[in-house]
């Protein structure tokens, strides 16, 4: 092995084959860790986003966080019993783009799939910065290297999901669990505190530098909503679960939001009821943990949990945008690679492209959640009221037992959703929201481009009505072999064919291979080869473990040795594009397998290029 080869399988582990993918789906309890992290980990900064907008209408208005969390509350409920609809009516995966392209439109679709793509993106910035800043509200003095643990985070975030989905699993249990417990063990002393006649000291007077207006109001509650981001993960992940996966998902939501909802509420109320006022350089849950625990060990043992969940609550993006981008990929709107498995049966290639958004996002921002919040919830909302509209569609078009009463939960899913997100493009658009509705319209053009992009290579590239041509016999079976070629064929196109016309010029033996890495019609394959190329032999390699190259570069070492002393030509067609970056939207498989063969010490290696 390589010394990078050797490198990747210390951290990530030994590769995985396909039929191991069974294995690496998540029971309930793990299930709620891995996707579920993003959601119950805003009730530390919900309340808290909450209170920073009605301060400033002065200290008398904190009292609203009350009624204002009882709406979120209720919204949490109307869009909980939505996508349970929703994994009901899509027990392969319901996630907004495929419900919403299905039933009402591309476009839609696409826009619902932008929405989400960069709702992940945020949040893992978001997820990262606030576990960042409970940080250095403990430990004061690492403020100086909030930029460094951001980045640091993200990198081991990503690590930990490069070692696939149960790896991911068993690392999120412990921390979403214990913050968990910590936060019920924080409201339900404070509860006791309070019945038992404690008293706390009264909100000092803080003059308003804002009127009280029902913008101000809508603009608190707006803020409040992030509290529902992440809750669509469970409807994207439902093959992540164990079988009877849409029944375990259904079930995980409801647990998932039921814990939520009471840690909202409860962290919500003794805010209130201790005259919590948020403080630079201190969060809300802070300030809590302070009063109620001191600042003994529970407190720190709360900050910690805090803290490991905000990290880790990244991980539902790291879950599912690489499910989103795989989906995207193989419907041609993101580049192929994204739709292939890596060596841990996970979309490495997505969780990669996630990471490297996040960190810039978190340099831009310096790290700051305060500044990354304003452009949140707006992708989360948008998707929430695409899916539950297309739910309704659903439903009066298949008028399955039932459907009136599940077409109305959708609907006022819809209804509420889509109130609920023009309320915050309305408050926060001049605080930074216009950014994502700038941002949708433009992921949407760039899915189209790269869409038509592949189209006209498909047409290029196309063999359909091309007549097969007829070739004399290479050599006769008497004939003594001097020059043997092996061609290596991905998909049978118009490059393909020039290469095995290229090699019929030089050769008097050839054999042509291809692998499966589980994605090949092989029945079809085989019949197009014999139309087309009948007088050439076809040999498949199957790959268990979804890799090109191994194969490959194994079969031409032993090709090569049946044919020692002679010179074999390896002939590998390529694509040569117009520009350098359409190179992105290709694998690169031919420069990977060059220098495998490089290693493997192939003297003769032939590039056929084919100008698209």
């Known amino acids: 092995m390589s010394l990078y080869t050797r490198i990747k399988r210390s951290l990530l582990g030994k590769p995985l084959p396909t039929s191991a993918f069974a294995e690496e789906r998540l029971s309930n309890a793990a299930g709620l860790a891995v996707l579920s992290s993003d959601a119950l980990s805003s009730v530390a900064y919900a309340t808290e986003e909450i209170l920073l907008v009605l301060i400033l209408a002065g200290s008398n208005a904190l009292k609203l966080s009350l009624p204002i969390g009882g709406a979120i509350l209720l919204l949490l409920t109307v869009v909980t019993l939505s996508y349970r609809q929703t994994i009901r009516a899509y027990p392969g995966g319901g996630g907004a783009y495929t419900v919403s392209r299905e039933n009402l439109g591309l476009y839609p679709g696409l826009v619902a799939a932008a929405a989400l793509a960069i709702d992940y993106v945020l949040t893992v910035t978001v997820s990262i910065s606030a576990g960042v800043a409970a940080l250095t509200s403990a430990i004061p003095f690492l403020s100086t290297f909030t930029i460094d643990l951001c980045l640091l985070a993200v990198f081991l975030v990503m690590l930990a999901n490069l070692r696939g989905v149960r790896a991911a699993g068993n690392l999120l249990m412990l921390p979403t669990y214990g913050f968990i417990a910590s936060i019920f063990l924080l409201v339900c002393l404070g509860l006791v505190q309070q019945l038992s006649g404690y008293v706390p000291s009264a909100v000092a007077t803080i003059p308003a530098t804002e009127p009280l207006s029902l913008f101000l109001i809508l603009r608190a509650f707006a803020a409040g909503c992030t509290a529902l ?14 079988p009877p996966e849409w029944k375990n998902a259904r079930l995980t939501m409801l647990y998932m939001s039921a814990i939520l909802g009471v840690m909202f509420t409860g962290i919500t109320y003794l805010v209130h009821a201790y005259h919590i006022v948020p403080t630079a350089g201190q969060t809300v849950v802070s300030l809590l943990g302070r009063h109620i625990f001191g600042n003994g060990l529970l407190y720190y043992v709360t900050q910690a949990t805090t803290l490991l969940i905000l990290l880790l609550a990244a991980n539902t993006s790291f879950a599912d945008f690489p499910r989103l981008a795989s989906l995207l990929a193989r419907d041609g709107f993101l580049p192929r690679q994204l739709s292939i498995l890596g060596d841990r049966l ?190 050439i032999p076809l040999a498949i390699l199957d790959s268990p473990y979804r890799s090109v190259i191994s194969p490959l570069s194994n079969f031409v070492s032993e090709f090569e040795a049946q044919h020692s002393g002679l010179f074999c030509t390896i002939v590998i067609p390529i694509f040569v594009t117009r520009h350098w970056w359409e190179n992105l939207l290709h694998n690169q498989t031919a420069w990977f397998l060059k220098a495998a063969l490089r290693v493997k010490r192939s003297r003769v290696v032939t590039f056929v290029g084919y100008y698209i």
């Open 346 to 535: 996970i979309y490495s290639n997505g969780i990669l492209l996630l990471s490297l958004f996040a960190a810039f996002l978190i340099i831009l921002f310096q790290g700051q959640t305060n500044a990354i919040i304003p452009l949140y919830a707006v992708g989360v909302f948008t998707s929430f009221t695409l899916s539950q509209t297309g739910m309704v569609l659903h439903w009066f078009n298949h008028q399955t037992p039932g459907w009136k009463s599940r077409a109305t939960i959708n609907g006022i899913g819809a209804t509420v959703t889509a109130i609920v997100l023009g309320v915050i493009v309305v408050t926060k658009f001049l605080l930074g929201a216009w950014l994502v509705v700038v941002m949708i319209p433009l992921v949407v053009w760039l899915f189209l481009a790269i869409r038509s992009y592949y189209q006209t290579i498909s047409d290029r590239l196309s063999i359909v009505g091309l007549e097969p041509h007829r070739y004399p016999m290479l050599r006769t079976p008497c004939d003594t072999v001097t020059h043997p070629a092996l061609v290596l064929v991905g998909q049978l196109h118009r490059g393909t064919l020039e290469a095995l016309d290229y090699a019929r010029s030089i050769a008097d033996e050839i054999v042509a291979v291809h692998v499966d890495i589980g994605t090949t019609d092989r029945d079809s394959f085989q019949q197009q080869w014999q139309q087309l190329e009948a007088d």
């Open 229 to 242: 981001t992440g809750i669509e993960a469970i409807s994207n992940g439902v093959m992540a679960f164990k």
